[in-house]
Each structure stands twice: as structure tokens, then as C-alpha cells.
């Protein structure tokens, strides 16, 4: 209630269309989330044309337009110095939070705790209906289909691909497509698990860490487990895996975007820990030869 009635967000202007270019954000794919979420904030009553009333400041960047043009992630960390030190020059109130705060892609690896908010990397719409939780009619372990952009999902591939009950895929499937939604749906409908509803990370921060226990709807595993993952997953009593599916279910509102949004959806919660943050941020003044 507090951040409902008190927190105000001040977006910087747009000065580089090679980053702020909010008219063609894609609110799909593994950037969709970025779109989401600056697209929700523009229609929500926490955005403020004053400066002086915020206590965040949002730079409305992505690294989506330079990724499509083919640019390294060295070239796209240079770019972005360079825009940030131009805000720095033409901005006076840049340096009043020390710009501590930040919204990271789950797929960004330097992520800094309690500086960083994780954002939540989903599918929209949520089109796929629930499964039920009829355990009988589930022939398959778990699910996942995917390319191999990681060690982690390698490792994974190869230990388990040619096996009859975990359907472990290295390839997409294309959900937009009528055929391929079908498949993945049934897919779903037989499994046990979605392996991305299982976290094989020896370090992670989750989205929302601070607002829900993820113990409660998904398995927390080691990546030296990937080799057990079978074995880990058919030890799990069905009951569990029941309380898994339905807690599941409770908390798919607080990772879905809509637009507008709606309360508790996506948005919220990324407020709420950016919202919480902001006890982390030192207010100092920060010497920059600017006048204030």
C-alpha cells in the first residue's frame, strides 16, 4: 500500500533512438519482458514528469535493436558506457542514487545482488490451458524443448536426450504456430514436469526471490545433479508433485504482462522489488564537477 501510494518513477528522455526505441519494442520473445514492463509503466500511475518527486529514475534502453543488428556484447557494453555518460553530462539528477538500481534479462550473467531486479522471461499470452492434476494420465517424467545456450542445458542434452522418460529436445518449438502449439500442449498434458519448472544452478537469483518461496512450486537442484536429474525426479512422491502443480497455478498471475496491467500481475512484483531496493541505495552526494 505504501508503494502503491508513494512510489514514482521519472523516465529519462529519449536522446538515442539506437536504444530508447519504445514504438517497436517486441513484447515477445526473451526480451519481451523489457517491452512489457516499460509499456505497463507508461500506463501506470507510478510515472512522474517531475524528477524532484522520484526516487527511481528509469533509462529506457535495450540492447534488443543492437543485438538485431549483429553487434558483439563488447561493442553493445561500449555503447551503452558511452549513452550513460552523455545522460551523466546533459542530466544534472542523475547521480543523486548513484544509479544503483538496475532491471536485468534473466539471460544478462552479470547480475549484481541486491542492486539488480531479475525480470521474468515468459511466453505471452499464458494460451496454453491447465493440464489438470489427473497424475494417471501422465506417461512422461518431464519436458523441455530448447536450443543449447548455456553449459547447463548442454550438459543436459547430452545426458538425457535419447531417454524414454525424460523428452529432452534440442531444437524450439515455434508455440505461435498451430502445429507447434498443439504439440507442446500435449506435451505438457502428459508430463510430470516442465524441466524449466526444475532449477539446476549452483548460484541464481529468482524473480521476485523476496516475494514468494520457490520452494513451493518448482525443485531447486545443483548443476552436479544433472546426471541424477532422473533419479532426483522420480523420488518425488506424487502428492508432491500435486502441491507443486497447484502452487504452480497460484502464482502464474504474478508472471503474466498484460496491457494494461493488472494488479499483482508481472509488473507489480518488479516494482516491489525495486521498491524495496531503494533502502539499499545511498543517498550521497556524488562530486561530478556538475552544478546541482
Not at 548460484?203 to 531447486?220: A, E, H, M, Q
Not at 522420480?234 to 502464482?251: A, C, G
Not at 503474466?256 to 518488479?270: E, G, M, Y
Request: glycine fraction near 4%; include cysteine; hydrophobic fraction near 35%.
Amino acid at each position: 500500500m505504501d508503494m502503491e501510494k508513494n512510489f514514482k518513477i521519472f523516465v529519462y528522455p529519449y536522446t538515442d533512438k539506437a536504444f530508447a526505441d519504445d514504438k517497436r519494442r517486441k513484447l515477445s520473445g526473451k526480451y519481451g519482458s523489457e517491452g512489457y514492463f516499460f509499456e505497463s509503466l507508461q500506463q501506470s500511475h507510478f510515472l512522474t514528469t517531475d524528477p524532484d518527486k522520484a526516487p527511481l529514475f528509469f533509462v529506457p534502453i535495450s540492447c534488443h535493436k543492437l543485438r538485431r543488428e549483429g553487434r558483439s556484447y563488447e561493442d553493445i557494453a561500449i555503447a551503452f558506457q558511452d549513452y550513460v555518460k552523455s545522460l551523466i553530462a546533459k542530466n544534472p539528477y542523475w547521480n543523486r542514487t548513484r544509479s544503483r538500481s538496475f532491471l536485468r534479462n534473466l539471460y544478462n550473467v552479470q547480475y549484481v545482488p541486491r542492486k539488480d531486479v531479475p525480470l521474468p522471461q515468459i511466453i505471452q499470452p499464458f494460451a496454453l490451458p491447465a493440464g489438470g492434476n489427473n497424475l494417471k494420465n501422465r506417461t512422461l517424467l518431464a519436458f523441455w524443448a530448447g536450443r543449447c545456450s548455456s553449459d547447463i542445458r548442454d550438459k543436459m542434452i547430452q545426458a538425457w536426450q535419447n531417454d524414454t522418460e525424460l523428452d529432452i529436445q534440442n531444437e524450439q518449438i515455434d508455440i505461435q504456430n498451430i502445429r507447434g502449439h498443439i504439440a507442446y500442449q500435449e506435451k505438457l498434458q502428459v508430463s510430470f514436469l516442465r524441466l524449466s519448472a526444475v532449477i539446476l544452478s549452483d548460484y541464481s537469483v529468482l524473480p521476485f526471490n523476496d516475494i514468494l518461496d520457490w520452494r513451493n512450486f518448482s525443485v531447486i537442484l545443483k548443476e552436479k545433479d544433472v546426471h541424477r536429474l532422473k533419479k532426483i525426479l522420480k523420488r518425488i512422491p506424487d502428492q508432491e508433485y500435486r502441491i507443486l502443480q497447484d502452487n504452480t497455478v497460484k502464482v502464474q498471475q504474478h508472471f503474466q504482462w498484460n496491457s494494461p496491467p493488472v494488479k499483482l500481475d508481472a509488473f507489480h512484483p518488479v516494482l516491489y522489488e525495486l521498491w524495496l531496493c531503494r533502502h539499499v541505495v545511498k543517498y550521497e552526494r556524488v562530486d561530478t564537477g556538475m552544478n546541482r
